[in-house]
């Protein structure tokens, strides 16, 4: 299928949208290799999640020619608008960001992951949800590990209990867990989170033996998050270039201000 490039896209992703994607995944999948290199962890333990939010549907189809299967997003009108889009594409999506509960019956129609999962009043919805789809979903329960007051997430200290009680859920298998690590030039506060989520994590595995992922590491910071023990980075940026209206204060994850 020929895609016509807009002046718009091409503003943003340049003549030829593929051989960027293509050089970029290049580059991040090197930058993956060295950092496991460095850790001595084996390559085959951590999965590259391209997170591909705002990033129009016809666009997509270069980053799938440059070989991506799974589409992370923060946004579930957007990823459902895109998975409608794509549909003759054999192509998953991940949803990543907050979800407001409301919103828990468009996800239980099309996502294959949940990396944001925080409360039980979710839970029980995209249960109930993906009972009537008859499908099932992998969750990552996000813990807020840096105590930041316009971060989502559970507290540290709420994490092992809820986890404990997911059983209740049957739709939901439980893959691991998820953080954003604080925004900070600090390489040690942000190795600091990555940290609290492994050891979490470590103790969440006698509760569950299936919660082995840890989801940690984003454009920023996804080689410390892969030192610490990632075993799925979620890297947007570096792969489909700046988002329109983003700027250096930009953080995904957090909180709107109302
Ligand atoms: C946008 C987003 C990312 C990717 O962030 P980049 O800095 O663009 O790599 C990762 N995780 C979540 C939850 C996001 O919303």
Redesign the pocket.
Known sequence: MSVQLSDEDRARFGDDPRALFTENLREIQARIDAACARAGRDRSEVRLLP?S?TVPAHILRFAFDAGIRTF?E?KIQEAQQKHEALRDLPVSFAI??HLQTNKAKYLARFASEF??LDSHRLANELNRRLEREERDLDVYVQVNTSREATKFGLAPEETLEFISELGAYPRLKLRGL?T?AIFSDDTERVRACFQRLRSLRDEALRINPNAQGLSMG???D?ELAIEEGATIV?????I?GR?PGSDAHYW??LIPER
């Open positions: 997170i939010k992370g923060n990543v960001g990396h944001a998820m954003l984003m454009s920023g996804f979620r890297v947007g940026t570096s489909f988002r995904p994850g």
